[in-house]
C-alpha cells in the first residue's frame, strides 16, 4: 500500500477552490453523520440518474465511511493545487466537476451492462439500484491532468510493505500504477459480474479525461510536459 504524502511541485497561486473543495466535503460527511438520510437522498442512484438530475453532482460530495473520505482529501489535497494553478481557479473548478460527471457516466455505462448481464429486474441484488456516491471519480480527473502536466515531478510517498517507510517516486510512475490497479479491479469486476462495491469504472472514467483534458487544452506557453519542455 502507498499513499502520498506531499508532491515537491510548489504552485504559484494559492489553492483557493481545491482548499473550499476539502472544506465543503468535511463539512457534509459531517452532516452525514448527523443526518444518514441524506445519502440516499443525494448520492447518484443509477435507476434515478436521469429523473433526477442533480444527483450527478450531489453524490460527488457524499462519502461513504471515516477510510473513503480520508483517502479522497489526501489525494485532492497532493495533486489538486498545482492542476488550479495551471488552469486557474474558475477554470479548474468546471474541469473538475466535468470529469465527476464523465467518471460517473461511464459507471452508470457499466452498471446498465452489468445489470442485463445479469438479467436482473426489480431493487433487489440490482446494480441500477445501487447508490454511487464520493469524490473520487472527479479526483481522478485530477490525477489523470497531473500525470500529463507534471510527470516528472516528486510525489513523497508512504509506503506499507513489511515496513512502513518513505519514498519519492515520479509522478508518472505512481499515477501510472495506481491507473493500472484500477484497470485490473475493474476488469475483475466487469467480467466476474460481481460488483465489489468500488466504482473503479468511474475512476478509470475521470483518470482519462482528465488526460484528455490535459492533452488537449494547456493554458501556458510553457509546460512541464513528459521528457522535455514544450515552449
Do not use: C
Not at 459480474?193 to 468511474?202: D, I, M, N, R, T
Request: glycine fraction near 8%; aromatic fraction near 20%.
Amino acid at each position: 500500500m502507498a499513499l502520498p504524502i506531499r508532491d515537491i511541485n510548489p504552485p504559484r497561486t494559492y489553492p483557493y477552490v481545491t482548499k473550499a473543495l476539502v472544506f465543503i466535503n468535511i463539512a457534509v460527511f459531517i452532516y452525514e453523520l448527523v443526518k444518514p438520510e441524506i445519502i440516499l437522498q443525494y448520492s447518484l442512484i443509477p435507476a434515478y440518474a436521469w429523473d433526477q438530475p442533480y444527483r450527478w453532482v450531489t453524490h460527488m460530495f457524499l462519502h461513504g465511511g471515516l477510510l473513503h473520505i480520508v483517502g479522497n482529501m489526501i489525494y485532492l489535497w497532493v495533486f489538486g493545487d498545482n492542476v488550479e494553478d495551471h488552469y486557474g481557479h474558475f477554470r479548474f473548478l468546471l474541469l473538475y466537476l466535468m470529469w465527476g460527471f464523465v467518471a460517473a457516466l461511464v459507471q452508470y455505462q457499466i452498471t446498465a451492462w452489468q445489470t442485463a448481464a445479469m438479467a436482473a429486474a426489480g431493487p433487489f441484488n440490482n446494480p441500477m439500484y445501487t447508490p454511487m456516491l464520493g469524490a473520487s471519480g472527479a479526483i481522478s480527473g485530477v490525477l489523470g491532468a497531473y500525470m500529463i502536466l507534471y510527470p516528472r515531478a516528486t510525489i513523497v510517498t508512504l509506503v506499507f510493505f513489511f515496513v512502513i517507510t518513505i519514498v519519492e517516486i515520479p509522478a508518472w510512475v505512481y499515477i501510472g500504477f495506481w491507473f493500472l490497479y484500477q484497470l485490473f479491479y475493474g476488469a475483475v469486476d466487469l467480467f466476474t459480474l460481481q460488483p465489489s462495491g468500488v466504482a473503479y469504472f468511474a475512476h478509470i472514467g475521470g483518470f482519462l479525461a482528465g488526460v484528455l483534458t490535459a492533452m488537449i487544452y494547456r493554458r501556458k506557453q510553457k509546460i512541464y510536459y513528459w521528457y522535455w519542455y514544450q515552449i
